[in-house]
T-cell receptor, first 113, second 114 residues
Framework: GDSVTQMEGPVTLSEEAFLTINCTYT??????LFWYVQYPGEGLQLLLK?????DKGSNKGFEATYRKETTSFHLEKGSVQVSDSAVYFC????????????FGSGTQLTVLP | DARVTQTPRHKVTEMGQEVTMRCQPI?????VFWYRQTMMQGLELLAY????????DSGMPKDRFSAEMPDATLATLKIQPSEPRDSAVYFC????????????FGQGTRLTVV
């Protein structure tokens, strides 16, 4: 079935470091791909999305490119801030009538000043 | 500012009691999801609805959990009887009719069963 595999955490970085969080997805159908962020005590918020191959989603300095050839959607940011500390979830939505939203296991990011 | 509204935000109850969690999806959204989040299991899909009809509730323990949509503006998740292992944060999310779109999450209900 549809699944998303996410890089194991937790990840701890110093401020201004480069961030990569890996995400791969099963290649069934033509899914849309998402990154969600969850700050402490809050619900999940959409960070960025890409709906087809080679699309690049971007928001708040974060980027991810939909790579069909490697079935990947890695999240990157060139210079992280303390305020980026949160849990990040990769997700896919299946196409067609099912349209079920499937999440990865989440990656806890802590950015130290 | 359209948002998914969940009530209550926090609930503490004794084992054996009935718990009802409510969700008001964003107006115009026709897909509703219920997720449960715990440290051990992460984010688990319990059930989801399209146009008020249940499409998949295979993630939900049927003997004690039930999910319904009495109308398009209200989704409910009930646990009867509740158990300490049900302690978690329960999230509702809604999605628009368009294909392959994201879901919008509520703030969650933090349930503690003692």
């Amino acid at each position: 079935g549809d699944s998303v595999t996410q890089m194991e955490g937790p990840v701890t970085l110093s401020e201004e470091a480069f961030l990569t969080i890996n995400c791969t997805y099963t290649a069934t159908g033509y899914p849309s791909l998402f990154w969600y962020v969850q700050y402490p005590g809050e619900g999940l918020q959409l960070l960025l999305k890409a709906t087809k191959a080679d699309d690049k989603g971007s928001n708040k300095g974060f980027e991810a490119t939909y790579r069909k050839e490697t079935t990947s959607f890695h999240l990157e940011k060139g210079s992280v801030q303390v305020s980026d500390s949160a849990v990040y979830f990769c997700a896919r939505v299946s196409s067609g009538s099912a349209r079920q939203l499937t999440f990865g296991s989440g990656t806890q990011l802590t950015v130290l000043p | 500012d359209a948002r998914v509204t969940q009530t209550p935000r926090h609930k503490v109850t004794e084992m054996g009691q009935e718990v009802t969690m409510r969700c008001q999806p964003i107006l115009g959204h026709n897909t509703v999801f219920w997720y449960r989040q715990t440290m051990m299991q992460g984010l688990e899909l319990l059930a989801y609805f399209r146009n008020r009809a249940p499409l998949d509730d295979s993630g939900m323990p049927k003997d004690r959990f039930s999910a319904e949509m009495p109308d398009a503006t209200l989704a409910t998740l009930k646990i009867q009887p509740s158990e300490p292992r049900d302690s978690a944060v329960y999230f509702c999310a809604s999605g628009p009719p368009a294909e392959n779109t994201e879901a919008f999450f509520g703030q969650g209900t933090r349930l503690t069963v003692v």
